[in-house]
Nanobody, 121 residues
Framework: QVQLVESGGGLVQAGGSLRLSCAAS????????MGWYRQAPGKQRELVTS???????NYADSVKGRFTISRDNAKNTVYLQMNSLKPEDTAVYYC???????????????WGQGTQVTVSS
């Protein structure tokens, strides 16, 4: 069994900062890419940022220069530092990871349960 558990969401004023964490646990052999998605009310889930096992990062244009993704492979954890937050960043944020389970040779995609981020104007 593999789980992704997110933490760090909340309510913040525009211009503020939040840091999200997502820890993977269970029978893990290795973790490839990890990422953060978000879904605002009435909108489709969208990719915010991702990071490969070699620390190559990718960002949506809407968050470039404001958000930073990082990972701690020893802790199987991915982080999202969000600065200069805007009301349009309000959404449920989900972490995602491509994980190879112990005893397997293929990766599967896993999702966290989501954490609410609300930015007030």
């Amino acid at each position: 069994q593999v789980q992704l558990v997110e933490s760090g969401g909340g309510l913040v004023q525009a211009g503020g900062s939040l840091r999200l964490s997502c820890a993977a646990s269970g029978s893990i052999f290795s973790i490839n890419a990890m990422g953060w998605y978000r879904q605002a009310p009435g909108k489709q889930r969208e990719l915010v940022t991702s990071i490969t096992s070699g620390d190559i990062t990718n960002y949506a244009d809407s968050v470039k220069g404001r958000f930073t993704i990082s990972r701690d492979n020893a802790k199987n954890t991915v982080y999202l530092q969000m600065n200069s937050l805007k009301p349009e960043d309000t959404a449920v944020y989900y972490c995602n990871a491509d994980i190879v389970k112990s005893g397997s040779v293929w990766f599967s995609k896993y999702w966290g349960q989501g954490t609410q981020v609300t930015v007030s104007s």
